[in-house]
Nanobody, 121 residues
Framework: QMRLVESGGGLVQAGGSLRLSCTAS????????MGWFRQAPGKEREFVSA????????WYADSVQGRFTISRANSMNTVSLQMRNLKAEDTALYYC??????????????WGQGTQVTVSS
């Protein structure tokens, strides 16, 4: 079992930056591929980014490539998402995810409660 708690969401102007953080409880954090998903109003939840257990490999959705950076600190059981040059279309509820898997990293086994990111244009 893994419990995930996100923080760091908020309201920001287009072009601004935000950093999301997620703290995991439970053992074997470093063995899990961790990630971030988001869901905008009226849309399905979508993959944003993932990072391997060691942190040596990362993956990004095309829409955020070059603007978002995922990282993790296994000693602290945390995973973070640095978001830069935010756009109005990045507005969504962002979820931290544990054991990201599936084709195109389409799902995960553990989910946080979500943190809202709102980008004003």
């Amino acid at each position: 079992q893994m419990r995930l708690v996100e923080s760091g969401g908020g309201l920001v102007q287009a072009g601004g930056s935000l950093r999301l953080s997620c703290t995991a409880s439970g053992r074997a954090f470093s063995s899990y591929r961790m990630g971030w998903f988001r869901q905008a109003p009226g849309k399905e939840r979508e993959f944003v980014s993932a990072i391997s257990g060691s942190g040596g490999a990362t993956w990004y959705a095309d829409s955020v490539q070059g603007r978002f950076t995922i990282s993790r600190a296994n000693s602290m059981n945390t995973v973070s998402l640095q978001m830069r040059n935010l756009k109005a279309e990045d507005t969504a509820l962002y979820y931290c995810a544990g054991n990201v898997r599936g084709d195109g990293w389409s799902t995960a086994d553990y989910w946080g409660q979500g943190t809202q990111v709102t980008v004003s244009s």
